[in-house]
C-alpha cells in the first residue's frame, strides 16, 4: 500500500499569517493521464472531512482562494494564507493513484 | 444540493453483525460510485472500499475484506455497509463519501461492547 506521511506543526499559527501544510507519498501520484492524485481535506472539530483540493492544485467547488496545492509526484504542500479561526481542525491528504486508497494520519492547525 | 444521509449511532455486541445506511439525494445515484471510510480514535482515517450504484461492482481494501460487505438498493437511492463479527476494534466512526470525496455523509459512531 502507500504510505502517506504528513508532518506535526511545530507551533500554533497567529491570525493572518500563512502556514505550509506538508505531505509525502511513498510512490509517484503522477498518473499515466498526466495528473497527480492528491486530495486535501480539512476536518474541522466535530465534523466530517471536508474536500479543499484535488488532482493536486485545484479547488474544490466554493472553497476559498486562501487554500492552493502544489507539489511533485511524491512531495505536496497544502499553503492556507491569511489564516483564520475558522481554519482550525485537522488537515489530511489523501491519495487515489492506486488502490487502496490511504490517508496522511493529519496535521492539526491551532491558532494563537 | 447533494446530501448523503447516515443511520445513527449504533451500539452492538461483540460478534454480532450490523448495517449502516447512506441514503443519497440531489443528484443520480447510479451516476457516481459510493466509497466507505472508517475513522477510529478520532482522527485515523483509512478506505474500506467502494461500490458503484449502476452495477454493484465492488472494490475492496484488503484489509477489511470478510469484514465488509458493501451493497446498494437503487430504488431507495441508498448505499449500505454491513460489518460482520465485529469486536471492539471495529468502534468508530463510519463515513460515507461520494466518487471523488467531495461530498460526505454525517458519520455514523459504531460502538462495540457487551
Known amino acids: 500500500d502507500i504510505v502517506i506521511t504528513q508532518d506535526e506543526l511545530s507551533n500554533p499559527v497567529t491570525s493572518g499569517e500563512s502556514v505550509s501544510i506538508s505531505c509525502r507519498s511513498s510512490?509517484?501520484?503522477?498518473?499515466?493521464?498526466?495528473?497527480?492524485?492528491l486530495n486535501w481535506f480539512l476536518q474541522r472539530p466535530g465534523q466530517s472531512p471536508q474536500l479543499l483540493i484535488y488532482?493536486?492544485?485545484t479547488r474544490a467547488s466554493g472553497v476559498s482562494d486562501r487554500f492552493s496545492g502544489s507539489g511533485s509526484g511524491t512531495d505536496f504542500t497544502l499553503e492556507i494564507s491569511r489564516v483564520k479561526a475558522e481554519d482550525v481542525g485537522v488537515y489530511y491528504c489523501?491519495?487515489?493513484?492506486?488502490?487502496?486508497?490511504?490517508f496522511g494520519g493529519g496535521t492539526k492547525l491551532e491558532i494563537k | 444540493e447533494v446530501q448523503l444521509q447516515q443511520s445513527g449511532p449504533e451500539l452492538v455486541k461483540p460478534g454480532a453483525s450490523m448495517k449502516i445506511s447512506c441514503k443519497a439525494s440531489?443528484?443520480?445515484?447510479?451516476?457516481?460510485?459510493m466509497n466507505w471510510v472508517k475513522q477510529s480514535h478520532g482522527k485515523n482515517l483509512e478506505w474500506i472500499g467502494l461500490?458503484?450504484?449502476?452495477?454493484?461492482?465492488?472494490s475492496y481494501n484488503q484489509k477489511f475484506k470478510g469484514k465488509a460487505t458493501l451493497t446498494v438498493d437503487k430504488s431507495s437511492s441508498t448505499a449500505y455497509m454491513e460489518l460482520l463479527s465485529l469486536t471492539s476494534e471495529d468502534s468508530a466512526v463510519y463515513y460515507c463519501a461520494r466518487r471523488h470525496f467531495d461530498y460526505w455523509g454525517q458519520g455514523t459512531t459504531l460502538t462495540v461492547s457487551s
Open positions: 488532482l493536486m492544485s
Open positions: 510512490k509517484s501520484l503522477l498518473y499515466k493521464d498526466g495528473k497527480t492524485y
Open positions: 461500490i458503484n450504484p449502476y452495477n454493484g461492482g465492488t
Open positions: 440531489g443528484y443520480s445515484f447510479t451516476g457516481y460510485t
Open positions: 489523501q491519495q487515489l493513484v492506486e488502490y487502496p486508497y490511504t
